[in-house]
């Protein structure tokens, strides 16, 4: 065989061997576990923490999630093109003297580790468009129509935010996703949004 043959041979078999190496360890760094699906059991129930781990290459699809603080942000910012993107455009919502608002603002997710098979099994990875963003969006239009304008944008913040923090913990806590803060940043009449938006 000539040398060209050898160093083509050579290199079919270092691809071919850095493959399966790829499909025999999970990688997870700091920050992140692993969950498995098998093809015989399905999402395995264990969790795979940080460090290396081996799993049958061809049988077994490992998927890693992110196990840190989470910043779910409402802002003018947010583009919503990619709909499992962590976040969302300015919430409308209309308070209890019916009033427009729009409300923007940052909420701390964190996924519950053990739960995280559970969610990836009857959720799946799409969990933020069926479940983060539709709740959010309910919950703050539910809290926000509880006050006036005025409450909402003053003296009552701070408990606007605690209502809020409260709702989303009713729903998202037996899903394994953990409610650490809601910090609303900006509430402005739908009027003052239009009146920004014809300025830029």
Request: proline letters at 4%; one cysteine or more.
């Amino acid at each position: 065989m000539s040398q060209g043959g050898e160093s083509l041979d050579k290199l079919m078999y270092s691809f071919v061997m850095e493959d399966v190496l790829k499909g025999i360890f999970i990688k997870v760094p700091p920050g992140y576990v692993a969950c498995v699906y098998d093809l015989g059991k399905g999402v395995i129930k264990k969790v795979l923490k940080p460090g290396l781990h081996f799993k049958i290459p061809f049988w077994q699809k490992a998927k890693l999630f992110n196990t840190q603080t989470l910043e779910y942000s409402i802002s003018r910012d947010f583009n919503l093109a990619n709909e499992n993107a962590l976040g969302d455009i300015p919430i409308a919502a209309v308070t209890e003297d019916n009033q427009r608002i729009g409300v923007e603002g940052t909420i701390l997710l964190r996924l519950d580790m053990q739960q995280i098979p559970n969610i990836w099994q009857t959720i799946g990875e799409d969990f933020v468009s069926k479940i983060i963003r539709p709740t959010v969006r309910s919950r703050i239009r539910m809290v926000a129509c509880r006050f006036t304008q005025d409450a909402v944008m003053g003296q009552k913040r701070d408990e606007v935010e605690v209502q809020l923090k409260n709702e989303l913990e009713r729903i998202f806590y037996s899903r394994g996703i953990f409610v650490e803060n809601v910090l609303l940043s900006e509430i402005a009449n739908v009027k003052e949004y239009k009146k920004t938006t014809a300025e830029e």
